[in-house]
């Protein structure tokens, strides 16, 4: 029963098979009297009474053979459809662009003949008296709608004025302009609209579309270009101005982005005159020449001005190595841009495909990129106008502060680009939602710009999550005091570390950055059609083959989990694993690094570690011990002692790192030297070794203010007859003194000896 259920779904889904395919599948098989029956059915749809008769008189053998032959038939036809659509984008991207180029020089005589033909039956449309009377009509018109204009400019004159001789800050900067440009963006918009009201009113109404399109075309759309221009470049107040650029090269930015407009907005109005009066967009191929001189223009602009374009992209403030390299590249990317969307277009051409080309989406290209400059200026100005100023004082503090500016400008550019990208995406009538009906170069290209869209979404995860973990590592730096950057291993060690956060945080951070990427990375190439199947499952096999291979190190791995979770060391802190001791400077997901305060650096992996001893944890007790003569009185040490103690508490330096006094333990033990008097203090880890320092310096002093000496080893020398020392001869001293050597030797022998012991 299943059999006949996945036969007949199989079947249903094919409509037509050829007689001779279908004779095939019965070569080499027992014969049956159903098989030329079986290939006439083929060769028709196949009803559900049919397919079933069919199938109950075929074997299973056969049903598989008519299946694969049919699913053979298929993948066949979709590999040739296939082959045929990247053959015909291959032509059209090479050959068709190319044969674009020379039809339009072949039909330069048609284009002089039928633009006059144009103007024939545009000239025959108005009559000669007609013509004089659109003339002066639209004359009228500009003039009307151009008094409105002044007078709505006179009413807002106080709006559009840039207040002088203030300080200004970004805000008030981006205030004033979008005031003024918003004021000129209404201004054009009540011209457009009351000369095309006017035309309404005076013009007949085959004259009406000329006038909307030359008002708009060739005086609006010019001069709303000079509003945005004159929004970022201010040439005539260099203190508003967002773009870096000097003087002269923001008042040519200006009218150079005037003059672009203007050569847009002529071409589209000859070939739009051209349509409405007889002569299709493709016949002449004049948009083909004016779109040449468009391109040319750009082209040379950016060659001419590449260094002012070049420092439009550094800005003011100080770049990255990265942005240096985009600052230089911007200009030649920009000629690039030029001469590839005038390719485009003659690629559109070549697949016939006028009706994209309509809204110039070669034009909207090459104005957004124009902007980017600006874009990028406002972005940064943006950044370091809202994010708050530096948190905490010092080197670290400092970095953090730089490091989320970097963070938010990279997010600002990440979210323009997308919408850009979004942008060209509409322009192009690329529409990754319609893959399907798209023909195998439009399909290209709206892939790419769906990877692309796809790529800058996962970056922008990518940069908010960095951010935030970056943001939280800093704070807790900050707050620890512990700057793993600045950190001085040249003491005895036993130095306070970071906080727990700081230690897991920068392994978190890593974690999540590579899981990021790995998603969005599969993502983006899912959706243009790479199959990721494969790369999972051998992701998988190589993970399986990793954990029975590399048992060490999942035992590293797992147990650095379980030492992170147990707290059982930070980052900074003086730490003895198995004898080996040192600073932990670095940990990793397999292993941590040991710096020792003579500079060797220790490598251990966390499966290796049997146990670990932390001398930086939470407090350190000190003990110093002193030895004096056995006449000195215990408590007068014991109140030297404390009266050194109270001293250092109110010491501005030293002060805040006490937990605990110093203060006298008493007579620890006598030996044959003297008194051994033990003194101790608790202190934050890592500042006891400058307080010991300063003890030691102190109680040095105070000792000798108060008459007390340190005991000193004495070595004494038992004549076995006493008399006059002046006596002896120079054999008897070399003697006692090689004596006294031994002795002295021997007693430092067993001393170390009993240490060891102990």
Same mark, same amino acid.
């Given at each position: 029963?299943?059999?006949?259920?996945?036969?007949?779904? @199989?079947?249903?889904? /094919?409509?037509? =098979? +050829?007689? #001779? *395919?279908?004779? %095939?599948?019965? &070569?080499?098989?027992?014969?049956? !009297?159903?098989?030329?029956?079986?290939?006439?059915?083929?060769?028709?749809?196949?009803?559900?009474?049919?397919?079933?008769?069919?199938?109950?008189?075929?074997?299973?053998?056969?049903?598989?053979?008519?299946?694969?032959?049919?699913?053979?038939?298929?993948?066949?036809?979709?590999?040739?459809?296939?082959?045929?659509? @990247?053959?015909?984008? /291959?032509?059209? =991207? +090479?050959? #068709? *662009?190319?044969? %674009?180029?020379? &039809?339009?020089?072949?039909?330069? !005589?048609?284009?002089?003949?039928?633009?006059?033909?144009?103007?024939?039956?545009?000239?025959?449309?108005?009559?000669?008296?007609?013509?004089?009377?659109?003339?002066?009509?639209?004359?009228?018109?500009?003039?009307?709608?151009?008094?409105?204009?002044?007078?709505?400019?006179?009413?807002?004159?106080?709006?559009?004025?840039?207040?002088?001789?203030?300080?200004?800050?970004?805000?008030?900067?981006?205030? %004033?302009?979008?005031?003024?440009?918003?004021?000129?963006?209404?201004?054009?918009?009540?011209?457009?609209?009351?000369?095309?009201?006017?035309?309404?009113?005076?013009?007949?109404?085959?004259?009406?579309?000329?006038?909307?399109?030359?008002?708009?075309?060739?005086?609006?759309?010019?001069?709303?270009?000079?509003?945005?221009?004159?929004?970022?470049?201010?040439?005539?107040?260099?203190?508003?101005?967002?773009?870096?650029?000097?003087?002269?090269?923001?008042?040519?930015?200006?009218?150079?982005?005037?003059?672009?407009?203007?050569?847009?907005?002529?071409?589209?109005?000859?070939?739009?005159?051209?349509?409405?009066?007889?002569?299709?967009?493709?016949?002449?191929?004049?948009?083909?020449?004016?779109?040449?001189?468009?391109?040319?223009?750009?082209?040379?602009?950016?060659?001419?001005?590449?260094?002012?374009?070049?420092?439009?992209?550094?800005?003011?403030?100080?770049?990255?190595?990265?942005?240096?390299?985009?600052?230089?590249?911007?200009?030649?990317?920009?000629?690039?841009?030029?001469?590839?969307?005038?390719?485009?277009?003659?690629?559109?051409?070549?697949?016939?495909?006028?009706?994209?080309?309509?809204?110039?989406?070669?034009?909207?290209?090459?104005?957004?990129?124009?902007?980017?400059?600006?874009?990028?200026?406002?972005?940064?100005?943006?950044?370091?106008?809202?994010?708050?100023?530096?948190?905490?004082?010092?080197?670290?503090?400092?970095?953090?502060?730089?490091?989320?500016?970097?963070?938010?400008?990279?997010?600002?550019?990440?979210?323009?680009?997308?919408?850009?990208?979004?942008?060209?995406?509409?322009?192009?009538?690329?529409?990754?939602?319609?893959?399907?009906?798209?023909?195998?170069?439009?399909?290209?290209?709206?892939?790419?710009?769906?990877?692309?869209?796809?790529?800058?979404?996962?970056?922008?995860?990518?940069?908010?999550?960095?951010?935030?973990?970056?943001?939280?590592?800093?704070?807790?730096?900050?707050?620890?005091?512990?700057?793993?950057?600045?950190?001085?291993?040249?003491?005895?060690?036993?130095?306070?570390?970071?906080?727990?956060?700081?230690?897991?945080?920068?392994?978190?951070?890593?974690?999540?950055?590579?899981?990021?990427?790995?998603?969005?990375?599969?993502?983006?190439?899912?959706?243009?059609?790479?199959?990721?199947?494969?790369?999972?499952?051998?992701?998988?096999?190589?993970?399986?083959?990793?954990?029975?291979?590399?048992?060490?190190?999942?035992?590293?791995?797992?147990?650095?989990?379980?030492?992170?979770?147990?707290?059982?060391?930070?980052?900074?802190?003086?730490?003895?694993?198995?004898?080996?001791?040192?600073?932990?400077?670095?940990?990793?997901?397999?292993?941590?690094?040991?710096?020792?305060?003579?500079?060797?650096?220790?490598?251990?992996?966390?499966?290796?570690?049997?146990?670990?001893?932390?001398?930086?944890?939470?407090?350190?007790?000190?003990?110093?011990?002193?030895?004096?003569?056995?006449?000195?009185?215990?408590?007068?040490?014991?109140?030297?002692?404390?009266?050194?103690?109270?001293?250092?508490?109110?010491?501005?330096?030293?002060?805040?790192?006490?937990?605990?006094?110093?203060?006298?333990?008493?007579?620890?033990?006598?030996?044959?030297?003297?008194?051994?008097?033990?003194?101790?203090?608790?202190?934050?880890?890592?500042?006891?070794?400058?307080?010991?320092?300063?003890?030691?310096?102190?109680?040095?002093?105070?000792?000798?203010?108060?008459?007390?000496?340190?005991?000193?080893?004495?070595?004494?020398?038992?004549?076995?007859?006493?008399?006059?020392?002046?006596?002896?001869?120079?054999?008897?001293?070399?003697?006692?003194?090689?004596?006294?050597?031994?002795?002295?030797?021997?007693?430092?022998?067993?001393?170390?000896?009993?240490?060891?012991?102990?």
């Amino acid at each position: 029963m299943v059999r006949v259920i996945f036969a007949l779904a @199989v079947l249903f889904s /094919l409509s037509l =098979a +050829t007689s #001779g *395919a279908a004779q %095939s599948l019965f &070569v080499g098989g027992s014969s049956a !009297p159903d098989e030329d029956g079986a290939a006439a059915l083929l060769n028709e749809p196949l009803t559900t009474q049919e397919a079933t008769a069919l199938i109950s008189r075929l074997s299973d053998a056969q049903v598989r053979e008519v299946l694969l032959a049919q699913m053979a038939l298929r993948a066949e036809a979709a590999q040739a459809t296939q082959e045929a659509e @990247v053959s015909d984008f /291959l032509f059209h =991207a +090479t050959a #068709g *662009a190319l044969s %674009s180029v020379t &039809v339009a020089i072949n039909r330069i !005589p048609l284009l002089f003949e039928k633009q006059g033909e144009a103007f024939a039956t545009f000239y025959q449309g108005v009559g000669a008296g007609g013509l004089w009377t659109f003339l002066g009509l639209f004359v009228v018109t500009l003039m009307i709608g151009g008094a409105v204009e002044y007078v709505f400019r006179l009413l807002t004159r106080p709006l559009r004025a840039l207040p002088l001789g203030q300080t200004l800050t970004l805000r008030k900067t981006f205030e %004033s302009l979008f005031r003024r440009l918003l004021v000129d963006v209404m201004a054009v918009g009540i011209f457009v609209l009351t000369t095309w009201g006017v035309s309404l009113v005076i013009f007949p109404e085959n004259m009406q579309p000329y006038i909307a399109l030359i008002g708009w075309m060739l005086v609006g759309f010019p001069r709303m270009f000079w509003a945005v221009s004159r929004f970022f470049f201010a040439p005539q107040n260099p203190e508003y101005r967002i773009v870096y650029a000097t003087d002269a090269n923001a008042r040519a930015m200006v009218r150079h982005s005037v003059w672009l407009a203007l050569l847009i907005g002529l071409s589209t109005v000859i070939v739009q005159f051209n349509a409405l009066n007889g002569v299709p967009m493709g016949e002449t191929r004049i948009g083909f020449w004016l779109n040449l001189v468009v391109h040319i223009y750009v082209a040379v602009l950016c060659w001419r001005y590449r260094d002012a374009l070049s420092d439009m992209m550094r800005g003011k403030h100080d770049v990255t190595s990265g942005e240096e390299v985009v600052a230089r590249i911007y200009p030649y990317f920009m000629i690039f841009m030029a001469i590839f969307t005038w390719y485009l277009v003659n690629v559109m051409v070549s697949y016939g495909a006028f009706e994209l080309l309509q809204g110039s989406p070669h034009y909207v290209t090459i104005i957004l990129l124009t902007f980017v400059p600006a874009m990028d200026t406002g972005i940064r100005g943006l950044v370091r106008h809202l994010v708050p100023s530096m948190m905490g004082e010092g080197a670290v503090a400092e970095r953090a502060y730089r490091a989320t500016l970097r963070s938010y400008i990279r997010i600002g550019r990440i979210i323009v680009f997308g919408i850009v990208l979004i942008l060209l995406a509409r322009a192009w009538g690329l529409d990754p939602a319609e893959l399907a009906a798209a023909g195998v170069g439009e399909r290209l290209a709206a892939r790419a710009i769906e990877f692309l869209i796809v790529l800058s979404f996962g970056y922008l995860i990518y940069e908010v999550a960095s951010l935030y973990i970056n943001r939280k590592l800093a704070a807790e730096i900050t707050a620890s005091g512990y700057d793993p950057d600045n950190a001085d291993f040249g003491g005895d060690g036993g130095g306070s570390g970071g906080s727990r956060l700081s230690t897991v945080l920068p392994l978190v951070l890593m974690v999540t950055r590579v899981t990021i990427i790995v998603i969005f990375v599969l993502l983006a190439l899912g959706n243009v059609g790479v199959d990721t199947t494969p790369l999972l499952a051998g992701a998988g096999i190589v993970g399986l083959a990793i954990g029975f291979g590399a048992q060490k190190l999942v035992t590293d791995v797992v147990s650095g989990i379980f030492f992170l979770v147990d707290d059982a060391f930070r980052t900074g802190e003086y730490v003895e694993i198995d004898g080996t001791m040192g600073t932990v400077e670095k940990i990793s997901v397999r292993s941590l690094q040991l710096r020792h305060h003579k500079g060797p650096v220790h490598t251990i992996p966390y499966g290796e570690v049997p146990k670990i001893t932390n001398y930086s944890r939470d407090w350190v007790i000190m003990k110093l011990k002193f030895t004096v003569p056995f006449e000195t009185d215990p408590n007068k040490v014991k109140k030297i002692f404390k009266k050194i103690g109270q001293d250092l508490l109110e010491d501005e330096l030293l002060g805040e790192d006490f937990l605990q006094p110093f203060k006298s333990q008493g007579v620890f033990e006598i030996d044959e030297v003297g008194m051994v008097i033990r003194g101790k203090f608790m202190a934050k880890p890592g500042k006891q070794f400058m307080i010991r320092k300063e003890i030691f310096n102190r109680v040095k002093a105070a000792f000798a203010e108060n008459g007390i000496d340190f005991a000193r080893r004495e070595v004494r020398v038992a004549l076995s007859e006493p008399g006059d020392r002046e006596e002896l001869s120079e054999e008897d001293r070399s003697a006692i003194a090689a004596a006294a050597s031994q002795a002295v030797q021997q007693q430092h022998t067993e001393e170390q000896g009993s240490k060891d012991g102990r």
